[in-house]
């Protein structure tokens, strides 16, 4: 696991506990830090590549209509 992933995780069991029902933000947090260590970010900054970050939500949309 990487820092990010441990951090999300640590963020969302942190949110969970204070009684929101995050379900859907866990899933989208998760793939979006396996795209941060899959380009080889270790934080979250304006510097990641707009380009990149669009092909990405341009893939959570593509997985949103193939769910459908």
């Known amino acids: 696991m990487s820092r990010l992933s441990d951090a999300a995780t640590d ?5 969970n506990r204070l009684g929101h029902d995050l379900a859907e933000y866990h899933r989208l ?3 979006f830090v396996a795209y941060l ?3 080889g970010a270790s ?17 959570l949309s593509g ?6």
């Open 11 to 15: 963020y969302l069991r942190l949110r």
């Open 29 to 31: 947090l998760s793939r």
């Open 37 to 39: 260590d899959q380009i």
């Open 43 to 59: 934080t979250v900054t304006t510097g990641i590549p707009k380009t990149s970050l669009h092909r990405y939500v341009q893939g």
């Open 63 to 68: 997985a949103a209509n193939d769910a459908r």
